[in-house]
């Protein structure tokens, strides 16, 4: 027995238990006899009784409660493509036809039919002399596409002789055929990448911010080789600690998902390991976050053995807490008392499996880095200044390395393209010491709440940040949120502790609005440019000259003298720099410090 039975009499469950002894002709919803049957026994235990019925018209599951309350078991081998191959058939106490948790159960599980029908005791009460009447029945099924419905269509009330003589079998297969046609219809239409809808909560940061990390975790998914289906954001003050979003909403979505032809969720929040479980259980679609999508797309693009070492480590201290099960209670790798047993669980074997692989991957990481840092003492010897490029994702760092160093490195409009980094030699005017040479290092992008185990993972590609003597920091000027890309870019440089000097270039100015691009300039005391182009290097190289040889990259006889206060920060110098250039303050604070 299933369901609310704590309190029932043992002649009640046995009651009960007998009507699995019940069978239904298949091209019946429901006969005369089973439905008073089933009514008497809700009369009695003041509960309803629920019965799910396979296509023979054999009672697979007894369950006292609600439709919703009902334990939905597998069926092999039965059901159609579309539909599940059970109805749902069940008593309602209180008039009014189906109510919203039977249309989602209903909708929810694909099952071929739902049938309620009301039970109510004539006279005298509850009790054994109370005579029942039964009355209204009422018939649902899922709507296919091409009905005016959206998800179910309902028929009702009728009388329990009308739904006996209607042919439900019949209704079924016409309505598998219109599905499967359906289906046909679209696979056609469908190319190979996954379909995807999206969902976001709009929390204490607005809505303008959450449409920005919508808009991004598009494009995270298009990188990934998905098709954004649709999008969804939830207005919520405070995340559901089990869904996340509400069952309300997670109904919507399994609706959305089912019209766009979709198979996958992907939130734009970080799920807790119980939270996508309970996701999954509800939908019955395969449930991601943002991580997982950053995690793939770094597994797509990485090419090499270093870059593909430290992706697979990241992922692995993902997936190690998220690995379901009854945890280490069940752990038998200790001796004495009370660890004899069985041996390890299957649960336990993958967890000492996956540390295994994470101290491996560690050791080739440290290996890793430090091979990286011979390289950059043999680097550091011949003073040759480094410039490293960083900044947002396709910003467009690897057309730019391209156009300073003379390189050919893969720089391509998607997301997280580069995840080795790239050293190239190049040439700037006025650094006679060296003969102008200089190295420009090509580095991984970053992103708005930037994984943190990705960024455990890179930490040998990232201490190529620390010794270079100027940051390029690269700005996609086309981009609408620029200036938050910025913030995030820097809020990552200043956890990481990075102590060198930042310069910031606005690339993609073709593309940008001129008074756009003008106040970005202005803001950051930028140099604009054009990587695709060409346009504006010439100033850039220059620009960058003077800054190698003010951040002591150059022998003291080459160095600019450089007051004081322009050395302060890296925000005065951008200020020093366009007011060099002509350009108003941005404050009177400003003015008064210039």
Do not use: C
């Amino acid at each position: 027995m299933h369901g609310r039975t704590s309190g029932l009499k043992k002649n009640q469950i046995k009651r009960l238990s007998n009507l699995y002894r019940r069978r239904v002709p298949p091209e019946a919803a429901l006969t005369n006899e089973l439905a008073r049957a089933m009514g008497e026994l809700a009369l009695e235990i003041g509960r309803g009784v629920s019965l799910l019925i396979d296509r023979r018209g054999r009672v697979l599951t007894v369950a006292v409660g609600d439709a919703n309350e009902t334990p939905i078991p597998p069926v092999p081998g039965e059901a159609a493509a579309r539909l599940y191959g059970l109805r749902l058939v069940h008593t309602h106490q209180k008039p009014g036809g189906f109510s919203p948790n039977d249309l989602t159960t209903l909708f929810l599980n694909r099952l071929d039919a739902m049938v309620a029908f009301d039970v109510a005791a004539r006279q005298g009460g509850r009790g054994a002399g109370s005579a029942l009447e039964v009355g209204p029945a009422y018939l649902a099924f899922v709507a296919p596409g091409s009905a005016d419905a959206e998800d179910w269509l309902v028929e009702g009330p009728m009388s329990l002789r009308d739904l006996e003589q209607l042919d439900v079998a019949e209704r079924i297969r016409a309505l598998e055929e219109e599905l499967e046609r359906e289906l046909g219809a679209r696979e056609v239409a469908r190319t190979s990448a996954e379909r995807a809808v999206l969902v976001g909560l709009v929390g204490k940061e607005g809505a303008l911010e959450a449409e920005a990390r919508m808009a991004e975790l598009a494009e995270l998914v298009r990188s990934a080789g998905a098709t954004v289906a649709g999008s969804s954001l939830q207005q919520k003050s405070r995340p559901d600690p089990r869904t996340l979003v509400g069952e309300g909403k997670l109904q919507e979505l399994v609706s959305s998902a089912f019209h766009e032809d979709a198979d996958l969720l992907v939130f734009d929040r970080e799920l807790s390991p119980a939270q996508a479980r309970e996701i999954e259980a509800f939908t019955k679609l395969k449930v991601l976050d943002r991580t997982q999508v950053i995690l793939d797309i770094f597994a797509q693009n990485a090419r090499g053995r270093e870059a593909q070492v430290q992706v697979e480590l990241a992922q692995l201290h993902y997936q190690l807490p998220r690995l379901a099960g009854r945890g280490t209670a069940m752990s038998r790798l200790g001796g004495g008392i009370g660890t004899r047993g069985p041996g390890e669980t299957k649960l336990e074997v993958d967890r000492r499996r996956i540390r295994d692989r994470i101290a491996s991957l560690e050791a080739a990481v440290n290996d890793i880095s430090r091979r990286r840092s011979e390289t950059r003492k043999a680097r550091t010897a011949s003073d040759t200044p480094v410039v490293a490029l960083v900044g947002y994702t396709n910003a467009g760092k690897s057309t730019l390395f391209n156009a300073l160093a003379k390189a050919d490195v893969v720089a391509r409009d998607r997301l997280f393209e580069t995840l080795r980094p790239t050293t190239r030699e190049g040439w700037l005017p006025g650094l006679g010491a060296w003969g102008g040479k200089v190295v420009y290092t090509d580095t991984v992008g970053f992103i708005r709440d930037l994984p943190e185990e990705l960024v455990n993972a890179f930490r040998a590609t990232l201490e190529e940040l620390h010794d270079a003597d100027l940051l390029l920091h690269v700005v996609d000027a086309a981009a609408p949120g620029a200036p938050d890309r910025v913030d995030a870019v820097q809020r990552i440089l200043d956890e990481l502790k990075l102590e060198p000097p930042r310069l910031v270039v606005l690339n993609k100015a073709d593309l940008a609005d001129p008074l756009h691009l003008a106040g970005l300039a202005e803001r950051y005391g930028a140099v604009a440019v054009s990587a695709a182009t060409g346009a504006g290097l010439d100033e850039l190289k220059a620009v960058l000259t003077r800054q190698l040889q003010r951040a002591g990259a150059a022998p003291a006889a080459e160095r600019e003298p450089v007051a004081a206060w322009e050395r302060a920060t890296p925000a005065a110098a951008g200020r020093a720099t366009a007011l060099r250039r002509g350009l108003p303050a941005r404050s009177g604070l400003d003015s008064m410090e210039a």
